[in-house]
Antibody, heavy 119, light 107 residues
Framework: EVQLVESGGGLVQPGGSLRLSCAAS????????MNWVRQAPGKGLEWISY????????HYADSVKGRFTISRDNSKNSLYLQMNNLRAGDTALYYC????????????WGQGTLVTVSS | DIQMTQSPSSVSASVGDTVTITCRAS??????LAWYQQKPGKAPKLLIY???TLLSGVPSRFSGSGSGTDFTLTISSLQPEDFATYFC?????????FGGGTKVEIK
């Protein structure tokens, strides 16, 4: 069974940093591209970052470019999101999401970890 | 960036009804369109990819169509478990973008 478990969320002040983690199991992690998608409270879905299987191809939404860094450790079956210079607008539930093989649709999602940016 | 416009933003329907949701892309995305279902407090679930291909296990009352810029999700014979919010997503190019969502509510 595919499982994606996010952790690392919490309350942080504006300008602060957090590192989110996603532990993957139930599939060959190194073979699948991965994403982070977020959802502000009561709002829609916002894709924020993608990473290829070998970490050579990475993309970001403009809203986080230069502040967030996606990475993965295939030896640990883990995905990460380093978030710096956080703003109130980054407050959201952050989902780790696995792509279908060779595609850009997300066929499995974690339950999310909540990030709240507030003073 | 490709903008995805979904309509309606909400729809009230009864069990047994047919509901149609549309999604328009600001530029052509071939058939790289996915539909997701999200229930309150839950993560989204992929229903349809490549505009019309049902994910394994998704009931056949769900169907998708379209290509280029205009797409449709149809739910035939609405069931109680179908009341949820539906999002389209273009998977043609980065940044991937979602539509604003359509909430299907009980009439």
């Amino acid at each position: 069974e595919v499982q994606l478990v996010e952790s690392g969320g919490g309350l942080v002040q504006p300008g602060g940093s957090l590192r989110l983690s996603c532990a993957a199991s139930g599939f060959i992690f190194r073979s699948y591209t991965m994403n982070w998608v977020r959802q502000a409270p009561g709002k829609g879905l916002e894709w924020i970052s993608y990473i290829s299987t070998d970490s050579r191809d990475i993309h970001y939404a403009d809203s986080v470019k230069g502040r967030f860094t996606i990475s993965r450790d295939n030896s640990k079956n883990s995905l990460y999101l380093q978030m710096n210079n956080l703003r109130a607008g980054d407050t959201a539930l952050y989902y780790c999401a696995k792509n279908q093989l060779g595609k850009h649709q997300q066929d499995y999602w974690g339950q999310g970890t909540l990030v709240t940016v507030s003073s | 960036d490709i903008q995805m416009t979904q309509s309606p933003s909400s729809v009230s329907a009864s069990v047994g009804d047919t509901v149609t949701i549309t999604c328009r892309a600001s530029q052509g995305i071939r058939s790289w369109l996915a539909w997701y279902q999200q229930k309150p407090g839950k993560a989204p679930k992929l229903l349809i990819y490549e505009a019309s291909t049902l994910l394994s296990g998704v009931p056949s009352r769900f169907s998708g169509s379209g290509s280029g810029t205009d797409f449709t999700l149809t739910i035939s014979s609405l069931q109680p478990e179908d009341f949820a919010t539906y999002f389209c997503q273009q998977a043609d190019s980065f940044p991937l973008t979602f539509g604003g969502g359509t909430k299907v509510e009980i009439k």
